[in-house]
């Protein structure tokens, strides 16, 4: 099936899908408190838009700062852990590990030392990118070509010539995978210090849609989160592909 | 055994610094290692401290609940969709596209859905966990070497045997990964949704204690609960590396 089938197949799933969940709770299949129909969802777009989108501001905002130290450090740290070998046989079991751990044991201690404030999700934000960006960076670094290095150094490249000139350009892809990555991760570490300690975000805010049992409200903010992540990933893809024409 | 030394030694200063660090300061803020062992043991004697191993037991379960929803749901559909070429192609992406949501949004849906009970925790670590594991079913499915199907079929295999046959074997590997990264995912699933607001389980408990500003049987808490994540992963892991060795 060609492109436009596969399109077609796409979008009748998802409208059979939209109808039966109206159905469903229009019938009172299921109870409409606890799951309202999908128009009732977009007719309460509007009301959540206005109070949503001042706090969806708030956590994109300590999302980007959390993201751009993560990416620093994740970068500057993976590039000298991997082109130096022994640091790398040393630390990488242990950086391996720390990225495995579920991060979320650590937050209620971030909380305790930061305060219920913005600074705190930052640093959830950073300690959930942080990982994944380093591993990916370090996996880059080290398989950059041997042979691309003896020949530049043998060239005469200056130790600043040769990272700026051959290695990070042939770890780039890795870099991107990592900061691709990163993004989501810093985004669910903001979002989730929020929700655990009731800092002003759009975590918070979801918390308390679900507490006071506002599905609609709530499941149009959710809607709005995802849309709004899914489309910051999707042009972080865009641009890794014309990054990698351009290599 | 130098590499060995040198990671022991590693981690000896990085726990001599903390313990150099914390010691002046305040104990509610900064927990020092040599206090661990301590609440370690008020943890399990101290009346006033809810009982360890029932909680422990609690989230165990409700990990494993989630995970084996996870895994049945995450292969029934991976491979119904894998039968039919086309609801792949049509499925996948919209899959992928969900898997790029931050995974917490969906949390709070769970609860207000399922309670705060044990059923939201359930659904949300079967939730984190069956993304990876179906989009491993149908990354394996594709990544099937089309001349092998193509001669198996032409031979009069049937789609059964070319599904035991040679998807399978094929895809060994990759369905190794996605197993283990969905058993992470449930257990990330289970305890944030625990320490987002539960009664029972070891997210509950980091809460208790952490409430009373009891801080010194958090982090043991914490470092018990990070042990035997890694211990599981661990494991998991290496029969991973081993089903990669098997197939190839």
């Known amino acids: 099936m060609d492109r436009v089938g596969v399109a077609r197949l796409q ?5 059979t899908l939209a109808l039966a ?56 740290l993976g590039v000298l852990i991997g082109s130096v070998q022994t640091l790398r046989q040393v630390t990488m079991p242990y950086v391996v590990a720390l990225y495995s751990l579920p991060k979320i044991l650590v937050i209620p201690w971030i909380v305790l030392i930061l305060g219920v404030r913005a600074p705190a999700a930052i640093l959830g934000g950073v300690l959930f990118a942080f990982f994944p960006v380093l591993v990916l960076v370090v996996g880059g670094v080290r398989d950059v070509e041997p042979v691309l290095v003896t020949i530049a150094a043998s ?29 989501v991760f810093a985004l669910v570490g903001v979002l989730l210090t929020e929700m655990f300690a009731g800092i002003r975000g759009m ?7 679900a507490l006071s049992f506002n599905a609609a409200q709530l499941f149009a903010a959710t809607a709005l989160v995802s849309v709004f992540s899914i489309v910051a990933v999707l042009s972080l893809d865009a641009l890794n592909q014309h990054l990698g024409k351009w290599r | 055994m130098r590499l060995i030394f040198l990671r022991g030694a590693l981690l000896a200063l990085v726990v001599a610094i903390w313990e150099l660090i914390a010691r002046p300061l305040d104990p509610v803020l900064y927990v020092a290692p040599s206090t661990l062992p301590q609440a370690a043991l008020r943890l399990l004697n101290q009346p ?13 379960r409700a990990i494993l609940a989630a995970y084996a929803l996870a895994v049945t749901a995450g292969l029934a559909l991976g491979f119904l969709m894998g039968f039919w070429r086309v609801v792949a192609r049509a499925y996948e992406p919209i899959l992928a596209a969900l898997y790029a949501v931050p995974s917490v949004v969906w949390y709070p849906s769970m609860m207000l859905l399922f ?11 079967f939730l984190l966990g069956f993304f990876p594991i179906v989009l491993a079913v149908l990354a394996g499915i594709k990544q099937a070497d ?12 049937s789609r059964w045997a070319i599904y035991w046959k040679v998807l ?10 996605g197993l283990r990264s969905g058993l992470a995912l449930s257990v990330v699933g289970v305890l944030a949704g625990e320490l987002l607001g539960s009664r029972a389980g070891i997210g509950y408990m980091i809460n208790h204690v952490y409430n009373l500003l009891r801080t010194p049987e958090y982090v043991a808490l914490a470092v018990l609960m990070a042990t035997l994540v890694l211990a599981v992963d661990s494991a998991a892991g290496r029969l991973e590396a081993r089903v990669k060795r098997w197939t190839g």
Do not use: C, N
């Open chain 2, 115 to 125: 309670g705060l009970g044990t059923a939201s925790k359930v659904a949300f670590g």
């Open chain 1, 155 to 183: 060239m005469g490249a200056s130790r600043w010539q040769l990272y700026q000139k051959v290695v990070i350009p042939a770890a780039l892809p890795a870099i991107l995978a990592g900061m691709r990555i990163g993004l």
């Open chain 2, 48 to 60: 006033d401290i809810p009982p360890l191993l029932e909680h422990l037991g609690a989230t165990v």
């Open chain 2, 146 to 157: 089309p001349h092998l199907l193509t001669v198996a079929t032409s031979m009069g295999a």
């Open chain 2, 168 to 177: 399978i074997p094929g895809m060994a590997g990759t369905l190794a990964g």
């Open chain 1, 11 to 15: 979008v009748a799933s998802l409208a």
């Open chain 1, 21 to 76: 969940w109206e159905a469903a709770s229009r019938l009172r299949l299921v109870d409409p408190l606890f799951v309202p129909p999908p128009t009732a969802v977009v007719a309460s777009m509007g009301t959540v838009i206005q109070q949503a989108l001042p706090r969806l501001g708030d956590t994109l905002l300590k999302t980007a700062v959390g993201y751009a130290i993560a990416v620093g450090l994740g970068v500057g």
């Open chain 1, 203 to 209: 975590g918070f805010l979801m918390q308390q849609l």
